[in-house]
């Protein structure tokens, strides 16, 4: 079985560039989750999506923003970007409550 | 709401020893509990998880964790650490009620493991 799949592994972008940061779930499971691990930040939460809704967003401003298609592969894209956007950004799949997140390996950005 | 709490942001153990990492959680209600371990440059990896029946779970690699709701506590234990267990590990929580689906993680604590 094929795990969660993020593309690109890494991406260096100047400040003020837009980005799309891309997601797929393991096969089954609806709902995909985006976090930022900054350094020394820990994990933020970013999004959530199931079925294709946006069911939860962290605190971030409105250029951080995604969306799901069908196949519920997901988007991440962030608009403006700044310096401090620069982060480990890991995409997560869930078959239910209770189970755990699968995460992908992360989309290292450097913002320049 | 909800919160995690990991003593210790690093911890350093010798190859053989006991390895012990601290969470605590804030909850009303029993949540589902897990752990995570995250090897440099990589994703998250599931470690093991607590949901319902027996409050002693084991997970991958030896390691294992006992939820005790007395103490809100899930510390993860194994008993004889090893060389490739420097990483770091992430407690995290999800509400047994509807939180927004998300996973809440404790700050980390990184584990290096001396010859």
């Known amino acids: 079985e094929a795990g969660v799949t993020q593309s690109p592994t890494h991406l260096i972008k100047t400040r003020g560039q837009q980005v799309t940061l891309r997601c797929s779930p393991i096969?089954?499971?609806?709902?995909v989750y985006w976090y930022q691990q900054a350094l020394g930040l820990g994990l933020q939460f970013l999004l959530w999506?199931?079925?294709?809704?946006?069911?939860n967003r962290g605190n971030f401003p409105p250029r951080f923003s995604g969306r799901q298609f069908p196949n519920y592969s997901s988007e991440l894209n962030v608009n403006a970007l700044e310096l401090e956007d620069s982060a480990l950004y890991l995409c997560?799949?869930?078959?239910?409550?209770?189970?755990?997140?699968?995460f992908g390996s992360g989309t290292r950005l450097t913002v320049v | 709401a909800q919160s995690v709490t990991q003593l210790g942001s690093h911890v350093s153990v010798s190859e053989g020893a006991l390895v012990l990492l601290r969470c605590n959680y804030s909850?009303?209600?029993?949540?589902?509990l897990f752990w995570y371990v995250q090897y440099p440059n990589q994703g998250l990896q599931l470690l093991l998880k607590?949901?319902?029946?027996?409050?002693l779970v084991k997970g991958i690699n030896g390691f294992e964790a006992e939820f005790k709701k007395s103490e809100t506590s899930f510390h993860l234990t194994k008993p004889s650490a090893h060389m490739s267990d420097a990483a770091e590990y992430f407690c995290?929580?999800?509400?047994?009620?509807?939180?927004?689906?998300?996973?809440?993680f404790g700050q980390g604590t990184e584990l290096s493991v001396k010859p």
């Open positions: 607590y949901t319902t029946g027996a409050t």
């Open positions: 096969s089954g499971h609806t709902s």
């Open positions: 995290a929580v999800r509400p047994t009620y509807n939180q927004g689906g998300k996973l809440i």
């Open positions: 999506y199931d079925e294709g809704e946006e069911r």
């Open positions: 997560a799949s869930s078959l239910a409550v209770n189970y755990g997140y699968t």
């Open positions: 909850s009303s209600v029993p949540p589902y």
